[in-house]
């Protein structure tokens, strides 16, 4: 079939809201909900964290109410990892108002799940990427969106379209759901085995949670600065562009939740005796100290050496373990569930920032295992979450495979194919597989 095109202003009128002013929000329950970009996920919204406008300032801001069936799209940083902030309003995301770079489309004279559909594909994501302006915060406009082309097929062939794509996608969407309860229950189990080796006493029975590692006399409870020197970094600034004195330079980025990520690392400058002051040792533990997050405070990885001569900003704690305490029992004690508790609690906030600091480190009180036991609970540890490790790489390829398998189905659907023959569904699912870099499979598994 040869599609005619339409631009999306033909087809749904594209709207955005105004800046509201903070000094009226309100509470959760207060009045009615403003639906920023923060509450827009891909495939819905979510309203965890509520902004309202009191119902008595409503007159005149009607026409921002959204309905059910609308588009939402987050015009701020759209081309996110995750994919399109874009998501369909249903019944109960209502009442709520549209605000500033939000943008609203509302189908007029065409089936809303088609464009809903269509509007998911990488054809507009890569329109958008080319249109979004601004530096400090790009974001793209409503010009933009509006001019975006549409295939039209004719109103009971894009019903057609819809109905094949609904039946396919719920057996994905099923398979992801499947993934995602492996993932949380992943998470739980290695939660608890971590808690086990440091806070749990000692049980008659194991599970398969448990540590199963013994305890010897000898635990104590220490603060953290008895058994490490604890250091802030190097601040980024202007004095600082790598010129002459240039070094590898660790950043946030650098830490992530599953450890080190050094695909990029930047440069800095270091002046005369710096280098000496601010080098990173193996087994140095770096410790973000502030995020949005709040249960992403205090995230670390332990500096493995793979780059010579590193030093990190200041953004990062750096903590040298000391004397009796092995860097690899420092690690799995500070990333166990119960110190990151501690960490949320004790991070100060200050407009949505949780941040540490050197002083609070040095505070914070950990379990400390005889060396015997240390070297015990590291071997049984790093070989059990090893195990999880692999579990989690079979999950990320599962999802790597889904996520290409949905963009086949889009593309056999937008040129036509997938209400074909019965065998397009075969050769998606092999471009699907061809995408991930897997063989065909045989069959349908998610």
């Known amino acids: 079939m040869t599609p005619a095109f339409q631009t999306v202003g033909e087809v749904a009128a594209v709207d955005s809201g105004p800046a509201f002013k903070s000094v009226h929000f309100g509470g959760p329950d207060e009045g009615i909900r403003l639906l920023r970009g923060e509450n827009i996920e891909p495939g819905a919204l979510r309203w965890a964290r509520t902004k309202t406008w009191p119902e008595s300032m409503l007159p005149g801001y009607e026409y921002l109410a959204i309905q059910e069936g609308d588009l939402i799209l987050g015009m701020d940083r759209p081309l996110i990892s995750s994919g399109l902030k874009l998501a369909r309003a249903r019944p109960s995301d209502l009442p709520a108002l549209l605000v500033q770079r939000v943008a609203r489309i509302r189908p007029h004279s065409i089936n809303g799940a088609y464009l809903y559909y269509w509007l998911g594909s990488s054809e507009f994501q890569q329109h958008l990427k080319g249109s979004a302006t601004g530096t400090q915060l790009p974001h793209v406009n409503l010009k933009s969106i509006r001019e975006f082309k549409v295939p039209r097929f004719g109103e009971a062939t894009e019903a057609r379209i819809v109905e094949a794509l609904e039946d396919h996608l719920s057996r994905l969407d099923a398979g992801v759901d499947y993934l995602d309860a492996a993932e ?263």
């Open 184 to 446: 949380r229950r992943l998470g739980s189990l290695r939660c608890a085995l971590l808690d086990d080796a440091f806070f749990s006493v000692q049980r008659e029975e194991h599970d398969a949670t448990t540590s199963s590692v013994g305890r010897s006399e000898g635990w104590r409870t220490v603060a953290l600065s008895e058994v490490a020197a604890i250091r802030g970094g190097i601040q980024k600034q202007a004095k600082r562009r790598p010129l002459l004195n240039k070094f590898p330079f660790l950043r946030v980025a650098n830490v992530t939740p599953t450890g080190l990520d050094l695909t990029e690392v930047h440069e800095v400058e270091l002046f005369e005796g710096e280098i000496d002051k601010y080098r990173l040792s193996k087994g140095d533990l770096l410790v973000v100290e502030g995020n949005g997050s709040p249960d992403q405070i205090g995230r670390a990885a332990v500096w493995d050496e793979s780059i010579a001569d590193a030093v990190h900003q200041n953004h990062l704690i750096r903590v040298r373990p000391q004397g009796e305490i092995d860097p690899r029992y420092l690690g799995l004690v500070w990333n166990s569930p119960k110190i990151r508790e501690h960490l949320s609690r004790v991070s100060s906030s200050s407009s949505g920032l949780h941040t540490l600091s050197v002083r609070k480190l040095q505070q914070v009180m950990i379990p400390l295992a005889p060396f015997a036991d240390q070297q015990r609970i590291i071997t049984t540890l790093e070989e059990r979450l090893s195990q999880f490790g692999l579990q989690a790489q079979h999950i990320a390829v599962a999802r790597r495979r889904a996520a290409s398998l949905r963009r086949s189905l889009l593309a056999a659907a937008f040129s036509g194919q997938l209400i074909g023959s019965a065998s397009v569904i075969e050769q998606v699912e092999e471009c699907g597989a061809s995408a991930a870099g897997e063989p065909p499979p045989e069959k349908v598994l998610i």
